[in-house]
């Protein structure tokens, strides 16, 4: 795996290490990171749904009038 040098805010840091409960910065970040990875997973799998169901809805049948 490929590794990135960062340099970040001391104090951002160890705020997220204390609402993430670790103990190292690097965990701190992996653990931001991959939360925000999963939200954009989500939210793409609720757009992509939300799509589906009204391509759905726009091939139905008409209804009977009368």
Same mark, same amino acid.
Not at 23 to 51: F, K, L, M, N, Y
């Given at each position: 795996?490929?590794?990135?040098?960062?340099?970040?805010?001391?104090?951002? +840091? +160890?705020?997220v290490?204390?609402?993430?409960?670790?103990?190292?910065?690097?965990?701190? +970040?992996?653990? +931001?990171?991959r939360?925000?990875?999963?939200?954009?997973?989500?939210? /793409?799998? *609720?757009?992509?749904?939300?799509?589906?169901? *009204?391509?759905?809805?726009?091939?139905?049948p008409?209804?009977?009038? /009368?």
């Amino acid at each position: 795996m490929a590794k990135a040098d960062l340099s970040l805010d001391a104090e951002l +840091v +160890v705020d997220v290490m204390v609402l993430a409960g670790v103990g190292s910065p690097q965990d701190a +970040v992996e653990a +931001v990171v991959r939360d925000h990875t999963a939200r954009g997973h989500r939210a /793409g799998a *609720r757009v992509q749904r939300r799509d589906e169901t *009204r391509r759905g809805a726009d091939s139905a049948p008409p209804l009977p009038e /009368g």
